[in-house]
């Protein structure tokens, strides 16, 4: 009886997904329905810039994104959630819990940077361009070329998210590259599971073994042969492992 009362209880928990970086909730819908389909109750928002939410008007920390899953969690009535977040998502999940730790049940976290994958030398590179260019493309004969130029500069130092950022999301995109979430991982005091795909090249396992020495009591599991889209494109996999850490013993 105890058994069936505490699987009853755990099949109506709220679950939060937060996307990835050019990314939204839509894409998330297959990882939704296979988790709604074993009983919980799934929210899957667009974050401000991407998807129908509009962009902020000023430059954003990943902090603000945390302060913006608050609002949404308080407008839908939302306690004590599972997060689930992917890539940039699993940023603001940890930031999250930061700020708000007695208003989250567990997080899992897939594809996050909690450490920088992108060398020091290349991200150096990265913002040294983005200060300098602006100026450097507005002289003749270059600016004819400066929207080219831009994006192939930009490809060459590692910044492929960058190129598409347009208005405030530019500088909002240089800041959550650099806010540092190493408080944030130590803060955890939660049950996190990282689930990462083995062949993540974006955010390889090899961050997310460092991640575990970080966050107290967080538990690895490598999905075999997906990459960094694992949790939208291999959703039946993805909630299995989910429901199997929701339902470990405390």
């Not at 009535?77 to 940023?91: A, D, L, T």
């Not at 080219?148 to 800041?175: C, N, P, Q, S």
């Amino acid at each position: 009886m105890r058994t069936n009362q505490k699987s009853k209880h755990m099949k109506s928990q709220d679950i939060i997904i937060l996307h990835g970086w050019n990314l939204s909730g839509a894409k998330f819908a297959p990882l939704a329905d296979a988790l709604r389909a074993k009983g919980y109750r799934v929210f899957t928002p667009d974050l401000p810039g991407f998807g129908k939410e509009p962009a902020p008007k000023r430059s954003w920390h990943v902090v603000d994104y945390a302060e913006f899953v608050k609002h949404y969690t308080d407008v839908h009535r939302i306690k004590n959630p599972v997060f689930i977040g992917h890539s940039f998502g699993g940023r603001v999940t940890l930031k999250y819990v930061q700020l708000y730790p007695e208003n989250v049940r567990s997080i899992v976290l897939s594809g996050t940077p909690g450490f920088s994958p992108i060398p020091k030398k290349k991200m150096f590179l990265f913002f040294v361009i983005a200060k300098v260019g602006g100026f450097i493309f507005s002289l003749p004969p270059l600016n004819l070329l400066a929207d080219w130029a831009r994006r192939w500069l930009y490809y060459v130092a590692g910044a492929r998210e960058f190129i598409r950022a347009e208005g405030a999301m530019r500088d909002t995109f240089k800041h959550v590259v650099q806010d540092n979430l190493v408080s944030a991982m130590e803060s955890v005091r939660v049950p996190c599971l990282l689930l990462w795909g083995e062949y993540d090249v974006i955010v390889p396992v090899a961050i997310a073994r460092r991640m575990q020495e970080v966050i107290a009591g967080a538990i690895l599991k490598v999905i075999p042969e997906v990459d960094h889209g694992v949790p939208f494109k291999e959703p039946a996999v993805f909630s299995g492992y989910v429901e199997q850490f929701l339902h470990a013993p405390s």
